[in-house]
């Protein structure tokens, strides 16, 4: 937990401390396409409460909406290329403006570059917080492109309806975004979570995680 004091000097002759505790929670969980980053933040948004940030369904949102951003950002993720930085980061700054009285993010899908790792580090700065851990998930590249294909069949997504797609979003991952956690790996906060298995056995190691940094 961080305490940030602050004097506050009404007048010449008060002066008063605030002790002002930050106790937010956030995490960021990490991995490449089809890893389980959905599936696993659905249980633990409930389980620890906090507000789920997914840059992939705030685009999709936008998307079906049929905004400008949206028709921007879809002709990136149809190739399965990620879209500009500017764009998610800014997507982010508004989510995190208009959640204010939350007890902790959990970002899905974000950061994804370098520059959107240190972007979010700045906007948490300002609201006096920063990120706890980031849990990152590991599975070999056959299975996740086992369950992308599996999940085409019925998801609808357009990214998900050919293994070429699916295989560019994987080589996006490995060019762009594996190297975010050499990042938070400077500050000590990854953890590596082995991310095949039953669902339920990931969701416990996740919190056992989660559990050892509350506590
Ligand atoms: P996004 O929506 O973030 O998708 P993704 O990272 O490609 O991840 P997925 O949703 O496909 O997989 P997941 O890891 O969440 O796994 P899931 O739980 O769904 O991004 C989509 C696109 O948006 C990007 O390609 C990019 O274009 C753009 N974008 C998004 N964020 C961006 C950013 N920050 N910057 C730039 N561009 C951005 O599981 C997958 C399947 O596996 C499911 O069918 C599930 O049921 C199954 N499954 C889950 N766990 C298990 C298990 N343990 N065993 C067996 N099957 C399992």
Do not use: W
Request: aromatic share 6%; proline share 3%.
């Amino acid at each position: 937990m961080l305490f940030v004091k602050a004097i506050i000097n009404f007048n010449p002759y008060i002066c008063v401390s605030l002790k002002v505790s930050i106790t937010m929670f956030n995490i960021i969980l990490f991995g490449p396409p089809g890893s389980g980053k959905g599936t696993q933040s659905e249980k633990l948004i409930e389980k620890y409460q906090l507000k789920h940030l997914s840059t992939g369904d705030l685009l999709r949102s936008e998307i079906t909406s049929e905004t400008p951003l949206g028709l921007e950002a879809k002709s990136f993720m149809d190739k399965g290329e990620l879209v500009p930085d500017e764009v998610v980061i800014g997507m982010i700054s508004s989510a995190l403006d208009a959640n204010t009285h939350v007890k902790g993010f959990l970002f899905d899908g974000f950061p994804r570059t370098a520059a959107q790792s240190e972007a979010l580090d700045k906007l948490l700065k300002l609201k006096l917080t920063e990120i706890s851990a980031v849990l990152a998930l590991e599975v070999s590249e056959e299975e996740l492109v086992k369950r992308l294909i599996h999940r085409g069949l019925t998801s609808g997504r357009s990214d998900d309806n050919s293994e070429a797609v699916i295989r560019a979003r994987i080589g996006e991952y490995h060019k762009k975004t594996a190297m975010v956690a050499d990042y938070y790996q400077n500050f000590d906060k990854v953890v590596l979570i082995k991310g095949e298995g039953t669902v339920e056995e990931i969701f416990s190691n996740l919190c056992n995680e989660i559990d050892k940094r509350l506590s």
